[in-house]
């Protein structure tokens, strides 16, 4: 938060014309976003930086270690699986870590709002309507109905501009309010990347044990992460039972055939601000699930394809698309000396995807990529040509 600011030599530059404060910072108003993003530059801010400004990556991580270790919020449990982990001679284990991404719209967050006395009217890019009307009403004490939003075109959303509190919305909102004019607020790049919104960091702790045939007897899961929706307006309808579904999807609705299943949840401390990011849980939960699955297939000594395949007896549509994939990609086949080859299956929100990507790893440690097949049965086409020009992109 500002606790002081000095705009004498932000006033000076050419174009500027206002320097305002907002609940959220200091505003910049010029004639262009140039002159603006020049006056800002040259602005003297003494912030109160807030408890979290020593928040360190570790220690986080350790936290996260140190809350795994629990029994966490039961999200999905068929079977016993930790009597069953208890009693078991062999035990696989395994991590999974992912950091904090931004979500890296290609148009950055902007807003053009103008408000008087009696009318609210805005324009932006927006993944949530009617939480950014309800917002403005707050922010200018006007009626819902006095607030007109216009959606524009967005170059990019995937949930980055679906934001609980509207910021960017209100940002324009209450800098209208102290100029008196219509007012566009841009965020740079860099503003986006620094000072947004982010995918939680999360981890995976998993543990499993095969039967005497090879199979999954157990597998026990505990996923530690933040929940954005904690504490907000969408907490009734998105946190039942004291589960955040968006943290564990795609964990707790576990295709794969295992008698003894149990996934568990820790809401992890909030304080870094966290978002939808595109396919929300499953952006992580696929990447933990499948991993570990190859884990389990690498130890029973089985082909990952065809351990993956006789587990997915009752699941018809995410086996077609991973014997689709296999059978285009060449599964089993030779492969140049010094290539790999992984597959895996998930399905996301109605949709199922299967990929097979070819992949080397040089000397110095990086990973070339060369080659991604990819199936996909998405449901109904509603227009089938949209379908085929994103695959017509991608080849």
Known sequence: KVKSFDATQAKAVPGVQHVVQ?????????????????????????????????????????EYAAMAKKPGAIAAKIGEAPAVLEKAKKKLTAEYHVPYLAHSCMEPMNATAHVTSDRCEIWAGTQFQTIDRDNAAKATGLKPEQIELHTTLAGGGFGRRAVLDSHFVVEAIQISQKVKKPVKVIWTRADDTRGGFYRPRVSHYLTGTLGDDGLPLAWQQRIVC???????????????????????????????????????????????????????????????????????????????????????????????????????????KPLPEGRGRGIAVHESFG????????????????????RVVAAADCGPAINPDSIKEIGRAHV
């Open 22 to 62: 907002i609940d959220r910072g200091i505003a910049v108003v010029a004639n262009g976003f140039w002159q603006a993003t020049e006056g800002r530059a040259k602005l003297k801010i003494e912030w109160d930086e807030g408890p979290l400004a020593s928040l360190d990556t570790d220690k986080q991580g350790e």
């Open 226 to 332: 933040q929940s954005f929706l904690a504490g907000t307006s969408l907490e009734a309808t998105g946190i039942k039972d004291g589960i955040d579904d968006g943290a564990v999807e795609g964990a707790r609705t576990l295709a794969y055939a295992v008698p003894n299943l149990q996934v568990e949840w820790h809401m992890a401390p909030t304080g870094v601000p966290t978002l939808w990011w595109r396919s929300v849980g499953h952006s992580h939960t696929a990447f933990a699930c499948e991993s570990f699955l190859d884990e389990l297939a690498h130890a029973a000594g089985k082909d990952p394809f065809e351990y993956r395949r006789g587990l997915l007896a009752k699941h018809p549509r995410h086996l077609k698309v991973l014997e689709l994939v296999a059978e285009k990609a060449g599964w089993g």
């Open 351 to 370: 949709s199922f995807m299967a990929h097979v990507i070819e992949a080397s790893v040089a000397k110095d440690g990086s990973v070339k990529v060369h």
